[in-house]
Structure formats: C-alpha cells, structure tokens
C-alpha cells in the first residue's frame, strides 16, 4: 500500500524533489520528484530525453549511484554525507528515504545557512566545515550543488552533513569516470562556496579564525 503524504505537509520544496516527514518513522525523511520539475522536463528537455525508459527519476540515479560508492568503495567517514535507507511508494510516486538529521531537542538539524543568519555559527563549526571540505577533496564523491542550504549541522554528533546536491547533472558523467577532473570540480565548489561564506560572515558582523583558504590544495 502507498504512503500517503500531503502537499502542506512538505518541509522542503527543491529545483527536482519535495521533501517530507516519514508518516511512520520520526528518524526518516521522504523526497519525491515534484510537478515542477516533471513540468520543466516535459517543456525543457529533448524529445530523447522524454523518451528515456525512467524520464522523470533521473535524479534519482545519479544520486543512488554516490551512495553505492560512498557504501562499495571504501570510503572513510561517510558520515558526511545524508544516509540512504531505501526507496517507497507513495500516492506522490516513488520516493527515497532518508535519514533525518536532527538536534537534541528532536527538531530538524538547522542550515548551514541558517545558522549564519541567526548568528549562531561559531569558531566549533568553522572548523568542522574545514573537516568537510578537506573530506570533499580526498573523496571520489561527486557534488554539483555544494550551498549553504545543503548543508546541515549534525549537533549531536559534531559534524556537518550534506542533505543535497550530491551526483552530476548528466548521465554519464566525465565526473564519475575520472578522479582528477572530479577532485578540481570540486575543488572548484568549494572554492566558490568558501568565498560565498565569507561575503556572508562579513556582512553579519562575524569575527572568527577562518581558514578556508588553507583547505585548497592545488
């Protein structure tokens, strides 16, 4: 029997996928792909991209297939990355399950962007965010949208967790075949988003020992 969810139910509405509550389960999240996105491959795209046997769940693939790496390939603290537990029906289509990142008062962990605006970010978490883009470096993982609301912050654990934006935009990738064009993509990422964090960290007053910059290796 599908899972029933609601439109108004939905804690995250993306460029491909809502986001939902599990309706049994308070540690799992559900993301199914979303009209619009269904809508702007059906005007957007190619007729041969239409066709494809799986048209709409193509995001689906590209991110499923980083999770097989990060499980098959050895990979060291995987921690970083949102745990995938599975796939579900539901009345939405089909859906996976991840699990929820939360704080120790059991409510959603908060953004990495949020905790910049509410000025809660502190020297604790830019160091951590250093420890995950040293991780994003030595990794083969490939990361198309590394922002600030793609990050969470793992309070109970001490560690940030990337909750979106992982696996390439196209399938096949050169990313996904070649480690070093993937490692200067990334590192192209990173790059950007460090100055992002800065522009930001200035603008609401921050003063902390940042050291982005010590994170590149070129």
């Known amino acids: 029997m599908d899972l029933q969810l609601r439109l108004d139910q939905a804690i995250a509405n993306g460029n491909e996928r809502l986001v939902f509550p599990h309706p049994e389960s308070d540690d799992l999240l559900i993301k199914v792909i979303s009209d619009r996105f269904r809508k702007r491959m059906d005007h957007k ?13 193509w995001p689906y693939m590209k991110e499923v297939s980083e999770h097989i790496y990060l499980r098959e390939g050895q990979v060291e603290n995987t ?4 745990d995938f537990k599975g796939f579900v029906d539901t009345n939405l289509g089909l859906g996976i399950t991840v699990k929820a990142v939360k704080k120790h ?6 953004t990495l962007s949020a905790l910049i605006s ?3 970010f502190n020297q604790e978490h830019a160091d951590r965010l250093n420890d995950l883009f ?14 600030t609301v793609n990050i969470v912050w793992d309070e109970i654990n001490g560690h940030f967790v990337i909750i979106d934006g992982i696996g390439s935009r196209r399938l096949p990738s050169l990313r996904s075949v070649s480690r070093l ?3 200067r993509a990334n590192r192209r990422r990173i790059t950007k988003l460090c100055q992002r964090l800065k522009n930001d960290l200035e603008s609401f007053g921050y003063n902390l020992n940042l050291n982005f910059s010590q994170t590149l290796h070129y």
């Open 181 to 183: 064009y993937n490692q």
């Open 45 to 57: 795209y190619s007729i041969s991209t239409r066709l494809r046997r799986l048209t709409y769940y």
């Open 105 to 110: 008062n059991g409510e959603l962990a908060d």
């Open 79 to 82: 921690h970083f990355v949102q």
């Open 134 to 147: 040293k991780w994003l470096e030595r990794t083969f993982i490939v990361v198309r949208d590394l922002r």
């Open 118 to 120: 509410s000025k809660q």
